[in-house]
């Protein structure tokens, strides 16, 4: 079954730093690849990034690139995102949800069977 | 704007059929990569509903089904109940520039 649960979110100031983590249970964590998605208010669901099982491959949406960094420490079944130079842009709920498929090995085939409760991250002056 | 377009939504009587569209372009949808549709409750977490374009998962009712041909897929639930009142996104990867993992943009369904 399993279960995920993020933390970390927060109000901020544009330009400043927040990490958001997000802890799992209930399945073997470093076998499925992780993915982070941010709803906006009133928007829809936004990729964000994800990450293999293994941790070595990680692949960021255009819109975070160079400022967000996805990772992960399998020995404590956790899964971190951690945000820089935010913007109000950034404001959302942001989501981990895990890969359905541990046999997945690239973004071309992943698809999310367990999601977080998510956290809000607003970025306001 | 998104990658994969989605009427804004649809709407149906109790017991009726709907379905919901999702248009996507020969980089993504139309390129064979799979398509999986989520359902949104506000206040809950996205629940997996289709995946690989026409697999539910388990505890997804049967009248609940995706299908796909080529640069759109389709969900249609039949029997529809009050309780499938929700926000539906579609989602694929693409390999554009843009790349990677994309959703629609989402359908409101209302039960009448």
């Known amino acids: 079954e399993g279960q995920l649960l993020e933390s970390g979110g927060g109000v901020v100031q544009p330009g400043e730093t927040l990490r958001l983590s997000c802890g799992a249970s209930g399945f073997t964590f470093g076998m499925f690849a992780m993915t982070w998605v941010r709803q906006a208010p009133g928007k829809g669901l936004e990729w964000v990034a994800s990450?293999?099982?293994?941790?070595?491959?990680?692949y960021h949406a255009d819109s975070v690139q160079g400022r967000f960094i996805i990772s992960r420490d399998n020995s404590k079944n956790t899964l971190f995102l951690q945000m820089s130079d935010l913007r109000a842009e950034d404001t959302a709920v942001y989501y981990c949800?895990?890969?359905?498929?541990?046999?997945?090995?690239?973004?071309?085939?992943?698809?999310?069977?367990?999601w977080g409760q998510g956290t809000l991250v607003t970025v306001s002056s | 704007q998104s990658v994969l377009t989605q009427p804004p939504s649809v709407s149906g009587a109790p017991g009726q059929r709907v379905t919901i569209s999702c248009t996507g372009s020969n980089s993504n949808i139309g390129a064979g990569y799979n398509v999986n549709w989520f359902q949104l409750i506000p206040g809950t977490s996205p629940k997996l509903l289709i995946f690989d374009d026409n697999n539910r998962p388990s505890g997804v009712p049967a009248r609940i089904s995706g299908s796909k041909s080529g640069t759109s897929a389709s969900l249609a639930i039949t029997g529809l109940q009050a309780e499938d009142e929700a926000e539906y996104y579609c989602q694929s990867y693409d390999s554009s520039l843009t790349g990677y993992i994309i959703f629609g943009g989402g359908t409101k369904l209302t039960v009448l």
């Open positions: 990450i293999s099982g293994s941790g070595s491959f990680t």
């Open positions: 949800a895990k890969d359905l498929s541990s046999y997945c090995s690239s973004p071309t085939c992943y698809s999310f069977d367990l």
